[in-house]
């Protein structure tokens, strides 16, 4: 999986257009400070980097996944990301529709995990991604009072990847969150055990297939409150556009 | 799952055999296993913390958490942007305005609107306030957690005065709900500026009986100096943050370091920190940010700019796709939110990033070999609460 990665993506990733809904078209001024640490993670990990973004004062990088642990390394020692802030994951299955007059609909989509469902299309975010499972995590310097969001994506069957507990002490509870709640695997984690659930849970909550059980049998209320005003359909219309485009 | 957690699983088991089984033959203690909590007046809600002791020292703790959890994140991901306030509000309950900032102000970095300069300075202010009410019961409380009633009176009767004048300016004394995308629900109410500042007064007079009554006390002294040293690297790699990480020695204030829409650039004010990294500065260190926080607010109600208190933003709020992470520094620490939209009136992921989360993941590093006294010390000097750690 990787190597197949690896053959096509190192290249056009960082202009892949896919990722960047949020690309800003007006080129604002260059970040220099995250441009350095792009350039100096890049130089590191070379072909590792599937993917990276640098907008809006924050900076985003993908990594393959099994430069996870390397990556981490990385920053700490040669970009001094000190602090260890948040480790978590992401599930990029589409989300049931907030319109809808029912929440989770089970017919509407199989959602059953068995992966490859050619009619599911992921529409990932800022630094691309390309399969269904992300782990994301949040580096510090508090010296310099830079941070960075590290990405690497996970596979859909076997989402395992590599503990960050030999690199950052703090990565312990938040691996084992992310164990309970999205079902990764984080390989030399002394002791993935559950954090907040019983121990007997089965699932894994945050996944998106997770049914959120008191929506499921009652709509949310507040989703209802269309307030039936004259005038509102072409108010709603404008406003709209405008949040679109900018 | 893991044939590691399996093994680590019956090193423990039988670590804690061997402790339990252990007799000290000089002291003729033997070994035991200690549940402090779900229910004990030292953790502020429901945390347990298993210790393994040999006589009286710990030699092994594992803090239980999830007797709290709400899975905000799940249910934010069914939820408009305006509702999730009221979500958040119950994070970190004694400081509740605190929570819906940073949150509001991811929505508004992805919608690019700025609410306008009042709304801003308002912002500050009652975040401060939140503060305030916040870091003020920590102060009484932590003198109960060591046999001392007296200060958590005080603290009670004049966090008093603060949750009175959030409640006027907001309608509510915990869960004010107050902050909007674009600006705030209402203006400040006629005669709250005198009020504040008033009560300004009053919080620093409180500020300086704590430092008469406690940090000036030998017994106090003696409880806490050198207790639960955390080293400045440890403390980083664990991901502590607020004043736990600045009585380690470490320079940094969010408010201070970063560009922030909000007012704290405008006025003078200034970092604690403290060397020590025990439990002693790590007290020290909230007192007096607490007394920083009464001069930021005056100041702030000094230079309050008129003008209106909401930007423009369109009645139904869509958030345009991006991913946005905004952090600010909190009550308990760095508090952030990391908003993954997809075009939606809700968010398709919000992951909360809670101080006290990180706080306690720290205990148990920090627990083992300490004594049973001194366990309740720490933890009341980490300074948790319970909806910050379960979410």
């Known amino acids: ?246 | 799952m893991t044939t590691t957690g399996t093994d680590w699983r019956q090193a423990a088991y039988i670590s804690g055999q061997a402790a339990d089984a252990r007799v000290n033959v000089e002291l003729e203690t033997e070994g035991m296993t200690l549940n402090i909590g779900p229910q004990h007046p030292a953790t502020h809600g429901t945390l347990r913390i298993v210790c393994r002791l040999d006589g009286e020292q710990v030699i092994w703790a594992d803090p239980a958490c999830g007797y709290m959890h709400r899975g905000y994140e799940k249910l934010a991901e069914v939820r408009k942007y305006p509702q999730i306030t009221t979500l958040v509000n119950r994070i970190d309950w004694l400081g509740s305005f605190a929570n819906e900032v940073p949150f509001i102000l991811a929505a508004e970095k992805l919608m690019d609107i700025e609410a306008p300069p009042r709304a801003q300075w308002i912002r500050t202010v009652l975040f401060e306030m939140a503060r305030i009410a916040n870091i003020t019961l920590f102060l009484g409380d932590m003198a109960a957690q060591l046999g001392a009633v007296t200060p958590v009176f005080y603290a009670f009767r004049d966090r008093e005065h603060a949750l009175n004048l959030i409640e006027s300016a907001t309608g509510g004394r915990f869960h004010p709900n107050y902050d909007r995308i674009g600006g705030l629900k209402d203006d400040l109410p006629k005669g709250w500026i005198d009020e504040c500042k008033a009560v300004m007064r009053r919080i620093r007079d409180f500020c300086d009986e704590m430092d008469d009554v406690l940090v000036g006390n030998e017994i106090f002294q003696t409880r806490t100096r050198g207790i639960g040293v955390i080293p400045r690297d440890v403390g980083l790699e664990y991901g502590l943050t607020g004043a736990n990480i600045r009585a380690s020695g470490v320079d940094w204030d969010i408010r201070r370091d970063e560009d922030s829409p909000l007012a704290w650039k405008d006025v003078d004010w200034k970092v604690w920190t403290h060397p020590d990294g025990d439990s002693f500065a790590r007290y020290w260190v909230r007192l007096q940010e607490t007394r920083e926080a009464t001069l930021i607010v005056d100041q702030l109600l000094d230079g309050l700019p008129a003008g209106p208190i909401m930007a423009k933003v369109p009645r139904i709020i869509k958030v345009p796709a991006g991913e946005a992470w905004v952090h600010t520094e909190n009550p308990m620490g760095e508090m952030g939110y990391y908003i993954v939209s997809k075009g939606d009136i809700g968010p398709f992921r919000v992951k909360i990033k809670t101080p006290s989360f990180n706080n306690i993941s720290i205990t148990p590093w920090l627990l083992r070999g300490v004594y049973v006294p001194d366990v309740i010390t720490i933890l009341a000097s980490l300074y948790f609460i319970l909806g910050d750690i379960d979410r």
């Open chain 1, 1 to 246: 999986m990787s190597s197949a990665d690896s053959g096509t993506e190192p290249q056009p990733a960082p202009a892949e257009p896919a990722g960047g809904a949020a690309a800003e078209p007006e080129a604002p001024p260059v970040d220099e400070v995250r441009q350095a640490l792009l350039d100096s993670l890049k130089a590191e990990l070379g072909d590792s980097i599937l993917g990276a973004e640098i907008a809006g004062g924050d900076i985003w990088v993908r990594v393959d996944r099994g430069a996870w642990v390397d990556a981490a390394r990385v920053a700490k020692t040669k970009l001094g990301m000190e602090q260890f802030c948040f480790l978590s994951g992401m599930d990029w299955l589409p989300n049931n529709d907030l319109s809808a007059e029912k929440v989770w609909d089970p017919e509407a989509e199989p959602t059953n995990g068995d992966g490859t469902g050619a009619t599911r299309t992921y529409e990932t975010g800022v630094a691309g991604g390309d399969t269904r499972f992300q782990v994301f995590a949040r580096l510090f310097n508090p010296t310099t009072s830079v941070g960075i969001t590290l990405k690497a994506d996970l596979d859909e069957q076997d989402p395992r990847v590599g503990s960050w507990i030999s690199v950052y002490r703090g990565a312990d509870w938040h691996e084992r969150e992310a164990w309970e709640m999205y079902g990764f695997t984080f390989d030399g984690h002394p002791d993935l055990r559950h954090i907040y659930l019983p121990a007997e849970f089965e699932g894994h909550p945050l996944r998106k297939d997770f049914p959120l059980l008191a929506r499921e049998v009652k709509p949310w209320p507040g989703l209802v409150d269309k307030e039936p005003i004259p005038g509102e359909d072409e108010e709603e219309e404008t406003p709209a556009e405008g949040g679109d485009g900018g």
